[in-house]
């Protein structure tokens, strides 16, 4: 099978890889990068366990192929150097709302997009934004304290 070059921004840091043009971008962050932090949770796209940004807007990396994001920039939950994720995470610890925490990388991401977006989401704006994501803990309650408590957070933060 013939192997594509691409190179691709992830966390910050530029990957060139050799890959087959079938390799799903969660399994090239997964299995060529060792970024484990993005789960594979359903393969279809339905629980949003593999969520990451791309270029700023969430996608489920496991209906994306790697060899169409040449030349973009990928942030995942691992990524340490963006201190609004770090905020989420944290708050998603210290609410409770990790429970089993197979689906946190993804409910992060799509809460760090939804806070970049609406500062102050309301209760139904965020379920609105989290829909994509299933936690089959089902403890939704905690996952959106946690959202609202980095919002507030993230808000203080860039008014300081």
Do not use: W
């Not at 990957?15 to 090239?28: G, V, Y």
């Not at 996608?59 to 030349?71: E, I, N, P, Y």
Request: proline share 1%; hydrophobic share 30%; net charge negative.
């Amino acid at each position: 099978m013939k192997k594509h070059t691409v190179k691709i921004t992830v966390n910050g840091k530029e990957h060139q890889s050799e890959i087959d043009a079938r390799t799903l971008l969660t399994h090239f962050l997964r299995d060529h990068l060792n970024i484990t932090s993005t789960n594979i949770g359903c393969d279809t796209s339905q629980c949003g366990a593999c969520t990451v940004l791309v270029n700023g807007e969430s996608v489920k990396s496991c209906t994306q192929l790697a060899v169409q994001m040449d030349g973009a920039e990928i942030t995942t939950a691992a990524n340490d150097q963006i201190s609004d994720i770090e905020v989420i995470k944290r708050n998603f610890h210290e609410s409770h709302g990790l429970q089993c925490g197979y689906c946190t990388p993804g409910m992060v991401m799509s809460s760090h997009e939804l806070l970049k977006q609406n500062s102050n989401p309301s209760d139904d704006e965020i379920r609105d934004a989290l829909h994509g994501n299933i936690c089959r803990c089902t403890g939704y309650h905690n996952i959106i304290e946690a959202v609202k408590k980095s919002a507030a957070e993230i808000r203080e933060g860039a008014a300081s």
